[in-house]
T-cell receptor
Framework: GQSLEQPSEVTAVEGAIVQINCTYQTSGFYGLSWYQQHDGGAPTFLSYNALDGLEETGRFSSFLSRSDSYGYLLLQELQMKDSASYFC??????????FGAGTRLFVKA | GAVVSQHPSWVICKSGTSVKIECRSLDFQATTMFWYRQFPKQSLMLMATSNEGSKATYEQGVEKDKFLINHASLTLSTLTVTSAHPEDSSFYICSGQEGTQYFGPGTRLLVL
């Protein structure tokens, strides 16, 4: 079967750095995406890695190691508004994307 | 990024009625759109892939006669939930693909 594993919950304090890991097992792999979803809202795109390495976009960075079937999302200088669910997703080809179960991030003051 | 809209944003209906949800790509043409369903505190589950000018491709376990999908133009896909029941109450989200997937704001359906 196809699966993506990520922690269900993470708690951190304002100003800290948090890393959300994602391991995947899929029949095809064209890239790993990260999405943020606030309660009641739709997912918004954060980042995409097709090749190994680190992609940086402001306070958020995403890393991919295809040989390890592993990636992570790094959030720096955490703010209260970063409290949300974060989903990793794999593009398995043919326009198909599979989502992880999501990680709920709680940022405390 | 690309913009996808959905209408309505929420709907309440009686059991047995049908509900139509529209998904539009506002600034790009989407040959392919996707329909997801999300239950509270759960992940997005792909229901079907909507292809412009042809039949939708449904995921295993999704009833194609219950969830009718029409993709009549490059900017519009519709999902009709026929004979809705309370268990169909969920958050329905569409997305369009331009490089990566861009999601609509979602439609919250409550069937009484």
């Amino acid at each position: 079967g196809q699966s993506l594993e990520q922690p269900s919950e993470v708690t951190a304090v304002e100003g800290a750095i948090v890393q959300i890991n994602c391991t995947y097992q899929t029949s095809g792999f064209y890239g790993l995406s990260w999405y943020q979803q606030h309660d009641g809202g739709a997912p918004t795109f954060l980042s995409y890695n097709a090749l190994d390495g680190l992609e940086e976009t402001g306070r958020f960075s995403s890393f991919l190691s295809r040989s390890d079937s592993y990636g992570y999302l790094l959030l720096q200088e955490l703010q209260m508004k970063d409290s949300a669910s974060y989903f990793c997703a794999v593009n398995t080809g043919g326009f198909k994307t599979i989502f992880g179960a999501g990680t709920r991030l709680f940022v405390k003051a | 990024g690309a913009v996808v809209s959905q209408h309505p944003s929420w709907v309440i209906c009686k059991s047995g009625t049908s509900v139509k949800i529209e998904c539009r790509s506002l600034d790009f043409q989407a040959t392919t759109m996707f329909w997801y369903r999300q239950f509270p505190k759960q992940s997005l589950m792909l229901m079907a892939t909507s292809n412009e000018g042809s039949k939708a491709t449904y995921e295993q376990g999704v009833e194609k006669d219950k969830f009718l999908i029409n993709h009549a133009s490059l900017t519009l896909s519709t999902l009709t939930v026929t004979s809705a029941h309370p268990e169909d109450s969920s958050f329905y989200i569409c997305s369009g693909q331009e490089g990566t997937q861009y999601f609509g704001p979602g439609t919250r359906l409550l069937v009484l």
